[in-house]
């Protein structure tokens, strides 16, 4: 299984990014695709989840600014990102949940700042 992250890159404070990551098996089948990001000196965090029934979670600090979407005929998901914020600089990660296992793509890094 092999996903690839694209989408980032510098972003003002106050302004918007999306992210997608595509990924090489049916959609369908990925019980949970997933966002986490690292800033720099931090560990990885979780930012945003969706279950293949269309449920989504959120970290608490994003909740309201992000949207976590998925486009099936592109076996695509995506990470709208708005009202951006100097915290929200790191690496973002998508991740997909697969027959019990998680594959992670390479990371998009996102830089918000004037």
């Known amino acids: 299984v092999q996903l690839q992250a694209s989408g980032g890159g510098l972003v003002q404070p106050g302004g918007s990014v999306r992210l997608s990551c595509t990924v090489s098996?049916?959609?369908?089948?990925?019980?949970?695709m997933s966002w986490h990001r690292q800033a720099p000196g931090k560990q990885r965090e979780f930012v945003a989840a969706?279950?293949?029934?269309?449920?989504?979670t959120y970290a608490d600090s994003v909740k309201g600014r992000f949207t976590i979407s998925r486009d099936n005929a592109k076996n695509m998901m995506s990470l709208q990102m708005d009202s951006l914020l100097a915290e929200d600089t790191a690496v973002y990660y998508c991740?997909?949940?697969?027959?019990?296992?998680?594959?992670w793509g390479q990371g998009t890094l996102v830089t918000v700042s004037s």
């Open positions: 991740k997909a949940l697969y027959e019990g296992n998680a594959y």
């Open positions: 969706m279950l293949t029934n269309g449920r989504t």
């Open positions: 098996v049916n959609i369908f089948n990925i019980a949970v």
